[in-house]
């Protein structure tokens, strides 16, 4: 079964910095989807930045960029030029394709961010 | 328009009532999910459904029912309630293989409080 980890329960950065969230998982699949999502005080769980395991490249979305190490198996996520809105609970998750029957999001237990003005 | 639009958002109810959340998903999708995030806010699938199949069934009590009448609705009813389930219960939807790069989008969550 497929897990993922996120070892750092809280990180804090200060606004205008740059931070680097981690993430590893555990897979046998050649072929599936990594993901962030960030969760603020509402609860809503919004996309941050989506990777397919079958690019090289490494996915950004404007200040939102990841370091995809395949080998590794580890996901990384930086936040540049970090701002107050960037506070929340990161999530990092794993979606396998195979089948149906593994269709779904296995998640991390979150990163806390803090962002200091 | 929300994608994903779930009701009731907030709900506060005792031990031993039964009670039901909405969820419709307005983006075409061919399968939903409920997911649960307990106190810890740790996230885990419930259920699955494709074009109103049930796929995925993790482990849930059985007084947790879902029933999807068409592939853009799925809810959740929850018989007999204990403390235990007192979370925020998020609908999602997706499309396999699709433009959206396999993105699986959420509901707002809706918070069950028992008491």
């Known amino acids: 079964a497929q897990t993922v980890t996120q070892s750092q329960p809280e990180m804090s950065v200060q606004e205008a910095e740059t931070v680097t969230l981690s993430c590893t998982y555990d897979?046998?699949?050649?072929?599936?989807?990594l993901f962030w999502y960030k969760q603020p005080p509402s609860r809503q769980m919004i996309l941050v930045i989506r990777?397919?395991?079958?690019?090289?490249q490494n996915a950004t979305e404007n200040r939102f960029s990841v370091n995809f190490q395949k080998a590794a198996k580890s996901f990384s996520l930086k936040i540049s030029d970090s701002q107050l809105g960037d506070a929340a609970m990161y999530f990092c998750a794993y979606r396998s394709l195979r089948s149906y029957n593994t269709d779904k999001l296995i998640f991390g237990t979150g990163t806390r961010l803090q962002v200091f003005p | 328009d929300t994608a994903v639009s779930q009701t009731p958002k907030y709900l506060v109810t005792q031990m031993g009532n039964d009670k039901s959340i909405k969820c419709e998903q307005n983006l075409g999708h061919d399968t939903m999910y409920w997911y649960k995030q307990d106190s810890k806010k740790f996230l885990k699938i419930m259920f699955s459904y494709n074009n109103k199949e049930l796929i995925i069934n993790e482990t849930v009590p059985n007084r947790f029912s879902p029933k999807s009448p068409d592939k853009a609705h799925l809810n959740l009813h929850i018989n007999s309630l204990e403390l235990g389930d007192s979370a925020v219960y998020f609908c999602a939807s997706s499309q396999r293989y699709s433009l959206s790069g396999n993105t699986i989008y959420f509901g707002e969550g809706s918070w069950l409080t028992v008491v």
């Open positions: 897979t046998s699949e050649s072929d599936y989807y």
């Open positions: 990777q397919e395991a079958y690019k090289q």
